[in-house]
């Protein structure tokens, strides 16, 4: 009798949480333009909150070969493989015609035209996968497959010429969902590639911290 009491109240408990995961999908899918931590909170509703690591804080070199660290978005580990999330909130037109470096056109409140240069997000995301690499080996971990993605939140976000790996919310968050492995990532693994990720991040203060010490970011 215990058994089966114990059993109904464990279908009632993912039940409880399926319902919270959609509800929060259906919410944050509901903004035009959701903020970067509304992504994450997409991220976790889909994959669950112990697979997905926000706000790491992983080094690299900067272009001058000086060591210094930059915050991912998400890191999301599943049996597939480690997916390394890049996001951004940025709108209007982006072109992407440069390999380093990619140009955001859009139109203020004001209704004038604002022109930013940025990093490209995937040259951003190789610097993280060679990071992430060298991390796991490290930790002697398996080197596992490391897929890199950018997701790009708002709708009013238009490309010249869309790369491959770059996805809107849903789509980056569906092309993860069809991912599979030869060789899936066994649980206990994954449990540890998530400890060995948490504690080699120095967390947002730590970094900035170093960063500026160094002269660097």
Known sequence: ??????????????????ISSSVTKKKILSYSRPSVGAASAYLCACFGEGNVLSGVWLPHLDRLGRKMYSEVSDIVVLPSGIYIVNISDRMGRIYCGNEYLWHQSVRTKSGNMKETDFESPMI?????????????????????????????????????????GVFSLTDGADFIKQQTSKKPIPKKDRATIIRAIRKNSPGADRARKFNRKNGVG
């Not at 009798?1 to 399926?18: D, P, Q, S, T």
């Not at 497959?145 to 709708?155: L, Q, R, V």
């Open 1 to 18: 009798m215990c058994a089966v009491i114990a059993l109904i109240a464990f279908g009632l408990m993912k039940l409880a949480l399926k």
């Open 124 to 164: 951003q995301n190789e610097k993280f996968r060679d990071s992430l690499i060298s991390l796991l080996k490290r930790e002697s971990l398996p080197q596992y497959n490391i897929t890199c993605i950018t997701i790009f939140t708002s709708e009013k976000t238009i490309f010249d010429c869309k790369p491959d």
